[in-house]
């Protein structure tokens, strides 16, 4: 493996999952693909096959990802949860935290439980 430089429409082909961005959410849906896997596989229960030309990329907008309302006082640690709905059939994902870094020093991540 090695670093090579893409053409626009190189980049273009490689943003799978169309966000703007090549990274790891395209190269696991690239993976599934060369693979000969569904990018959004079907329910368990579905036995209809979905062919590679028919599949389709659930938009963001039907996932619902959310952070609870917490407080802590200054200079405590506070372990924030992110949840997320409805992931069922998605292969992969970005997901980006803004803050206010005068308000919150970030620690740590930690992958958490289902």
């Known amino acids: 493996m090695g670093l090579v430089t893409l053409s626009a429409i ?3 082909a490689a ?3 169309g966000d703007g961005e090549i990274d790891s959410a395209d190269v696991t849906l690239i993976l ?10 079907p329910e368990a229960s579905s036995k209809t ?6 599949q389709v990329v659930r938009a963001a907008s039907s996932l619902r990802v959310w952070l609870p309302d917490l407080h802590g006082d200054t200079g405590t640690d506070v372990t924030v949860p992110v949840y997320a ?4 059939g998605v292969a992969g994902s970005k997901l980006q935290i ?5 308000v919150l020093q970030f620690r740590a991540w930690r992958p958490g439980r289902r």
Request: aromatic share 4%; proline share 13%; no cysteine.
């Open 15 to 17: 943003d799978v999952s």
């Open 98 to 102: 803004n803050f206010n870094p005068a």
């Open 49 to 54: 096959a979905i062919k590679p030309e028919n």
């Open 32 to 41: 599934r693909l060369a693979v000969g896997l569904p990018i959004n596989p």
């Open 85 to 88: 709905s409805d992931l069922a």
């Open 10 to 12: 190189q980049q273009h």
